[in-house]
């Protein structure tokens, strides 16, 4: 059983940052596809970035530029650094892990991530 919490969420104006971190069990962590998703009210939830087991990223349109995913495997823990927040980017944050064929890694894909954390909310006013 893979376990993940997030922390780091929190109520910041548009153009600050913040710093999600999600921190993971399992014995395997570094062969794990990693995502972050947000689900914002009354909207389906959606695909942020993604960090393959070797380490490639992706991202999606709307977040491009501004956030940034990383990984720790020593630390067993995700980051998803956020920058220039939106109004827009108000949502709760969720990290998910694909723990077989950590090399396939698409961002947008919910349904292929079988362990998923409680989520952290991230509000961003204007």
């Known amino acids: 059983q893979v376990q993940l919490v997030e922390s780091g969420g929190g109520s910041v104006q548009a153009g600050e940052s913040l710093r999600l971190s999600c921190k993971v069990s399992?014995?395997?962590?570094?062969?794990?596809?990693m995502g972050w998703f947000r689900q914002a009210p009354g909207k389906e939830r959606e695909g942020v970035a993604s960090?393959?087991?070797?380490?490639?990223?992706r991202y999606a349109d709307s977040v491009k530029g501004r956030f940034t995913i990383s990984r720790d495997n020593a630390e067993k823990s995700l980051y998803l650094q956020m920058n220039a927040l939106k109004p827009e980017d108000t949502a709760m944050f969720y990290c998910?892990?694909?723990?077989?064929?950590?090399?396939?890694?698409?961002?947008?894909?919910?349904?292929?991530?079988?362990?998923w954390g409680q989520g952290t909310q991230v509000t961003v006013s204007s």
């Open positions: 998910a892990a694909k723990t077989t064929n950590g090399g396939w890694c698409p961002v947008g894909d919910l349904n292929i991530y079988n362990y």
């Open positions: 399992g014995n395997t962590y570094s062969h794990y596809c």
């Open positions: 960090i393959d087991m070797y380490g490639t990223t």
